[in-house]
């Protein structure tokens, strides 16, 4: 017992000048890894670490007040139990605890001691009941406003024969619920002069009492935003949520709790123009020029005009009523746009039709006008394949992977017939089933079919026995499913060989059928 109280003394005043837990949080988890220590309170040393038992603990946090914890432990763990022969037992134990917190906190701190005390209950397996008084000490490492590295160790009396012990954990602490103002050293004078003011002002007429809050507005207003977030005020704007119109938004007192983007007294949600400071009476837009016309309906924001000329001076013409006088519109006598200066845009997408490569589709200005409906940078005009992105090296269409493209070149050397003959010999079927894939894989894709063959014979008999060929596989991939539209085939003889004909070999690979996919 006194080697305990030495262990957990030194801890605490190691750490009384670092941090604490946060106590503005209602509730808390902590979940820890067990030492426990039966041996050395009942006859052992407490050197002896091999003798210490694991066991785990999870906790619930409860703040009672600022400084001051409920937590209510689980604990269970294998220990080493004494017998009054002396002899030790392995037994499984298992208790739960109500224990209440101290805690030292310094809000500017980043570690917190505390000292604990409480009752328990602990039952052994297979053994027997009893009832368990820990104190100690223990630590919180902060690693975020709400999350800690937690360290404690606890002396455990027991009201029965050879059962006290020392327990340590290791563990981590959550902090959760709705933050609450926690007051610091010193607020609670400050809040007990604001109660005496706050009386003092209740004694004040109606008249003084509102030329006080008026010369305090300003102050309120400035002070508000900082205020910290309660339950009561979950936008913290320091009105309370059934008086606050916009309980979810900080505001200021004066708009009912309400946030006022430009400071113009109009609160966003009845500004038509909330980042534009305005006037009242124009539900928040600004009327640049003062003619009683505000900028949203103003042909001319900046000229005072009349409302029978729309805003503008009576002197301005306006040819063709586009809203862009003449003095200003490029196309005075076809009616316009003021994005594009008064000249014409039939795709409304801020472009004039003069500048349009594509004035009868709305794009994009990179693009001239163009639409690039896949996103690709291909505008749609140029694009074979204007749904599916793809790249520029390819016409808009997706890139055949190299995996497929292997298969193509494959099948030139796969793809063999009847000596003489276009007859398809059935070790080409499956390269020909793995073609038939690669061009359902990509529809966007057309595929041409070229025969070729070696220069032995006649060469009107060579020119015949390729396109043959290559029809014979036109045909096979037809019936596996591809349309004739997407597909053609042509011979070409002995006219492109791509070896020499002097040799066997050279004359084996001039002899193919080669398929290659082309963008539709």
Excluded at 272 to 284: E, N
């Amino acid at each position: 017992m006194k080697n305990a109280i030495i262990i957990l003394f030194v801890m605490f005043t190691l750490s009384v000048n670092s941090i604490a837990q946060n106590p503005a949080y209602p509730y808390g988890l902590s979940f820890k890894a067990l030492f426990m220590d039966y041996q050395s309170q009942n006859g052992g040393s407490i050197a002896d670490f091999k003798s210490y038992h694991h066991g785990f603990e999870i906790g619930f946090h409860k703040k009672l007040q600022d400084n001051i914890n409920l937590v209510v432990p689980f604990k269970a763990g294998v220990v080493s139990t004494s017998s009054k022969e002396g002899a030790f037992s392995h037994r499984t134990v298992y208790g739960l605890d109500a224990q209440v917190q101290y805690l030292f906190y310094k809000p500017e701190t980043v570690v917190t001691p505390y000292v604990m005390a409480g009752v328990g209950a602990v039952n052994e397996k297979d053994g027997d009941f009893n009832v368990q008084i820990p104190v100690g000490l223990g630590l919180h490492f902060k690693i975020a406003d709400n999350a800690y590295i937690n360290w404690q160790s606890e002396f455990r009396y027991a009201l029965k024969e050879d059962r006290n012990n020392l327990q340590h954990g290791l563990g981590f602490v959550y902090l959760f619920g709705t933050p609450d103002e926690v007051m610091l050293p010193g607020e609670e004078e400050d809040e007990a002069m604001m109660e005496d003011e706050k009386m003092d002002e209740e004694k004040m007429d109606e008249e003084e009492q509102r030329d006080v809050e008026e010369e305090t507005q300003d102050e309120e207003s400035q002070t508000a935003m900082v205020l910290k977030p309660t339950p009561n005020d979950v936008d913290g704007d320091g009105l309370e949520n059934d008086i606050d119109l916009c309980p979810d938004e900080p505001g200021t007192k004066e708009l009912k709790g309400c946030p006022d983007s430009d400071n113009d007294g109009v609160p966003d949600y009845r500004d038509q123009c909330p980042q534009l400071s305005g006037l009242s009476i124009f539900k928040g837009c600004p009327d640049s020029d003062g003619d009683g016309i505000s900028d949203t309906n103003d042909e001319c924001p900046n000229r005072a005009g009349t409302s029978a000329n729309n805003g503008c001076p009576d002197d301005i013409v306006d040819s063709d009523d586009d809203g862009v006088s003449d003095d200003q519109d490029l196309c005075p006598n076809e009616k316009g746009t003021v994005e594009t200066n008064g000249c014409p845009d039939d795709d409304g997408d801020g472009i004039a039709n003069a500048e349009d490569k594509c004035p009868g589709k709305a794009g994009l200005r990179v693009l001239n006008g163009c639409p690039d409906t896949d996103g690709d940078g291909l505008d749609d005009s140029r694009d074979k394949c204007p749904n599916t992105p793809g790249s520029v090296a390819t016409d808009g269409c997706p890139e055949i992977s190299d995996e497929d493209l292997s298969v193509l070149d494959l099948a030139m050397r796969a793809v063999s017939f009847d000596t003489g003959k276009s007859t398809l010999k059935p070790e080409s079927y499956p390269i020909l089933n793995q073609i038939a894939n690669i061009a359902e894989k990509y529809e966007n894709y057309n595929l041409l079919i070229e025969g070729h063959t070696d220069n032995v014979g006649n060469p009107a008999n060579n020119q015949l026995l390729s396109e043959r060929r290559a029809q014979a596989c036109y045909e096979y991939l037809q019936r596996k499913g591809i349309s004739s539209d997407r597909m053609s085939f042509v011979g070409f003889g002995e006219s492109r060989p791509i070896n020499s004909n002097e040799s066997l070999r050279g004359r084996s690979l001039n002899r193919r059928v080669q398929f290659t996919l082309k963008p539709r």
